[in-house]
């Protein structure tokens, strides 16, 4: 009998990333300290007063289908290679589950954007009669977790949560939700964003939200350091497939790691900036540790969702040492992958559940000189080497703007 | 005028490019639907490719009549210019 408290664990994990077109070769770029960023080398950019992005390795045409290429906006494409990798990871096509139970949770923060913008140039320059059938398809929200549906044959829900640069994290915590009630026996979860175009960037950019650091691109995305002046843009998409601990030992499932608990919540504070203090993600992170039925002392390790901001940064970092304390290992990995906005959440629980897995925490590249904040200089952040330790719960925080908090906590199979 | 060998090598392209049709399967007798799993928003494409290639327009309600691929090449042979 399923109850609301049953076991659920991570057994597939899938991802295509500025570092890599799978899962192992970006956590082996992650880890040899690679950096994803490049300078935009295209005549729109050069007046743009943030330059940087970190593309992805690996075009979504040589891996999809020319037919799929055609018809999915590029968020929708990533999307589908990382869930595919995810699916096979877990063994989801001979694990003998139902379709009619599983289900899909994926969020994008941005969606089709690129696929709105290019049918208006074509819209402008060539009348309503050649934009394509596809335009609605492609540039809706809910567009990657229906492809991703299609993809692993999920007919018990599909779902798409929005909430910018937490909708990766909340994915997830929909799939345990799901998992909890019994409303699927498995879910495949993540994020996508493919939204690099001069219209984002320029917004963005109109923000002030992103780096200048225009002559130095590996160096741009320097979380937590005093340098630090923006995010960085990146593409790409994380994938997770969640079931219940006791199917996914009866089918003799490999368990990456378990998904223990959840929280989220909202600051109530600005439509855009975090709360100085990270109040309400202090929140999401205390939920989540009392939701894995956990203290703040088990929790070893942190992967920050740490934009390279100069306010987000600070503020997060007081959640931290106020929900957790000054002991879990603390890395930001967006300092190498970039700010894959709604994918971020969910690929850095890959990267909080390989850390675990491996009892091996990547460090934060850029981190030259801590900012001076008393919150940060608490913080153990990891930084020139990965570091080794001992810890048996991580976790993977995510905000995003309006207000969005999410805390993910995983605990080893 | 191309002969009809012409439009139906034509449309294969078409199907190709579109909706990833081998070539060789894009044969007279086959049902977009039935055969060739050429979904509706695909035929509305592959009616605008039509039109950039053969220079004939296919109004929607023709387009709905229009069920195998021998029905397009007929219908580009009669309107052709």
Redesign the interface.
């Known amino acids: 009998m399923t109850t609301p408290t049953a076991d659920v664990v991570v057994t597939g994990l899938g991802a295509t990333t500025p570092l890599g077109g799978d899962v192992a070769s970006t956590w082996d770029a992650l880890l040899a300290g690679r950096s994803g960023v490049s300078r935009i080398t295209d005549d729109w950019a050069k007046d743009f007063p943030a330059q940087l992005v970190a593309r992805l390795t690996t075009e979504p045409a040589e891996v999809l289908d020319r037919v799929r290429i055609r018809r999915l906006d590029r968020s929708q494409q990533v999307a589908v290679i990382a869930a595919e990798e995810a699916w096979r990871d877990a063994g989801g096509a001979d694990s003998g589950v139902d379709p009619l139970r599983v289900a899909v949770v994926f969020g994008t923060g941005i969606g089709g954007a690129v696929t709105l913008l290019d049918q208006d140039d074509i819209l402008e320059a060539k009348g309503p009669k050649r934009v394509s059938p596809f335009t609605i398809p492609m540039l809706m929200p809910n567009g990657p977790a229906a492809a991703v549906g299609l993809a692993v044959g999920a007919r018990a829900g599909v779902h798409a949560p929005v909430s910018a640069c937490a909708s990766g994290a909340e994915a997830i915590r929909w799939g345990l939700d799901l998992l909890r009630l019994d409303r699927a026996d498995m879910v495949v979860v993540g994020g996508t964003e493919a939204c690099v175009h001069p219209l984002p960037m320029a917004g963005f950019s109109a923000m002030r939200a992103m780096s200048t650091r225009n002559d130095e691109p590996h160096r741009a995305s320097r979380p937590f350091d005093k340098g630090r002046d923006g995010f960085v843009l990146g593409e790409g998409a994380a994938a997770l497939v969640l079931e219940r601990a006791d199917a996914a030992k009866a089918r003799g499932a490999k368990i990456h790691a378990r998904l223990a608990g959840a929280g989220g919540t909202a600051d109530g504070y600005d439509l855009v900036a975090p709360h100085p203090e990270g109040e309400g993600a202090g929140r999401a992170i205390t939920a989540a540790i009392r939701d894995a039925g956990l203290t703040a002392a088990d929790i070893g390790h942190v992967n920050a969702h740490a934009t390279s901001t100069p306010i987000g940064d600070t503020a997060e970092a007081s959640a931290i040492r106020d929900a957790i304390g000054d002991h879990p290992l603390v890395t930001a990995t967006k300092s190498q992958t970039g700010h894959l906005l709604g994918a971020a959440g969910a690929l850095e629980s890959v990267f909080t559940i390989l850390a675990l897995r491996e009892q091996l925490v990547p460090a934060t590249a850029n981190l030259d000189d801590p900012d001076d904040d008393a919150a940060v200089q608490a913080l153990d952040i990891v930084r020139r080497d990965a570091r080794k330790a001992t810890f048996s719960a991580a976790l993977n925080d995510s905000f995003g703007f309006g207000g969005h908090n999410m805390a993910l906590v995983f605990t080893t199979a | 005028m191309p002969s009809t060998a012409d439009i139906q090598a034509g449309l294969a392209e078409i199907l190709e ?4 049709v081998a070539p060789a399967d894009a044969t007279p007798e086959k049902s977009f639907t039935d055969d060739l799993d050429v979904d509706s ?2 035929m ?2 592959i009616a ?1 490719a039509v039109e950039d290639k053969f220079g004939v327009a296919i109004p929607d309600d023709e387009l709905a009549n229009i069920k195998t691929v021998g029905d397009a090449i007929s219908f580009i042979e009669k309107n052709q210019g």
Not at chain 2, 17 to 20: L, N
């Open positions: 490019e579109v909706a990833g928003l695909s509305v494409e605008t």
